[in-house]
């Protein structure tokens, strides 16, 4: 988890900013880049997810013929199982944590709106801002969410489930796990134009600068999939509540190249 986020970084970027330029659907140049890097990180994940899964499937099966059958089992992705061994329909906690999501981003929203239109101000520390959204971003907010929202269910699910046993329990653990790599990356990049007059990538200046933003933005998030994971015991309002929260600094923060 650490290791991936930045072996991936540069190539996917330079890839996207050939490939997929902007367009009516998606018309950031940038947010496009930040969607390609979440997505195949996100496939990435989810086989190595599935390979840990079923590993952990065969190990349990192994344990349960070796020892008596339990009042109540537990499933490889930590859901309680009925005595029939089938675990309990999941869609409705998860219709229940996206409305809470978009009721509690949502008040978050118009709290901004509320100080923007009061004081002219937005949210923001240093160069992470929460801005009001346009009409037309707001529509951009929505193209752009369901790819998001893949890659914050696919890492609540990484945290809350298959390293539920170490790190569940630990904001401060979870926001390492996800922006550890890009803090070493950043101290590497800017250790190196300290001494030596020059990044460490001389060649990926821009990309350097977005990628600050990646280590703030990653630790928020780890806190909340991990406080929303504590609360509920499960990934979803944490992957929901993370998803729109990102979806709107990044749609909000980008410059638009497509004309809309």
């Known amino acids: 988890m650490l290791a991936l986020p930045i072996t991936t970084f540069f190539p996917l970027f330079r890839w996207a900013g050939n490939v997929l330029k902007p367009s009516a659907l998606w018309p950031q140049s940038i947010t496009n880049q930040i969607m390609v890097w979440a997505l195949v ?9 599935l390979i ?3 590993g952990a499937g065969r190990r349990a099966r192994a344990v349960t013929t070796t020892t008596a059958t339990p009042d109540l089992a537990v499933d490889t992705v930590g859901a309680p199982l009925t005595a029939a061994g089938t675990a309990p329909r999941r869609g409705n ?6 409305a809470v999501a978009f009721g509690a981003v949502g008040v978050g929203y118009l709290s901004l709106l509320l100080t923007n239109y009061l004081f002219k101000v937005d949210y923001r520390f240093w ?3 929460l ?17 998001f929202t893949l890659y914050a269910l696919m890492t609540a699910t990484v945290l809350h489930n298959q390293m ?6 630990s904001m ?5 796990l996800l922006a550890g790599g890009f803090l070493v990356f950043l101290a590497v990049q800017y250790g190196t134009l300290f001494a030596r007059g020059q990044l460490f990538t001389p060649g990926e200046p821009l990309n350097v600068i977005v990628a600050i933003q990646f280590l703030p933005i990653l630790a928020i998030l780890g806190v909340f999939m991990t406080y929303f994971a504590r609360r509920t015991d499960r990934p979803y309002l944490g992957a ?3 998803v729109l929260f990102l979806t709107w600094y990044i749609v909000a923060g980008q410059a638009t190249q497509f004309p809309l």
């Open 131 to 147: 801005k009001p959204m346009t009409p037309t971003q707001l529509r951009m907010f929505l193209c752009y969410l369901i790819p």
């Open 127 to 129: 160069f992470v801002g």
């Open 164 to 169: 539920r046993r170490s790190a569940r329990g």
């Open 93 to 98: 906690e998860i219709l229940g944590a996206l």
């Open 41 to 49: 990180n996100t496939l990435v994940s989810l086989v190595l997810y």
């Open 172 to 176: 401060l653990t979870n926001a390492l």
């Open 240 to 242: 929901f509540v993370s």
């Open 52 to 54: 840990w899964r079923a």
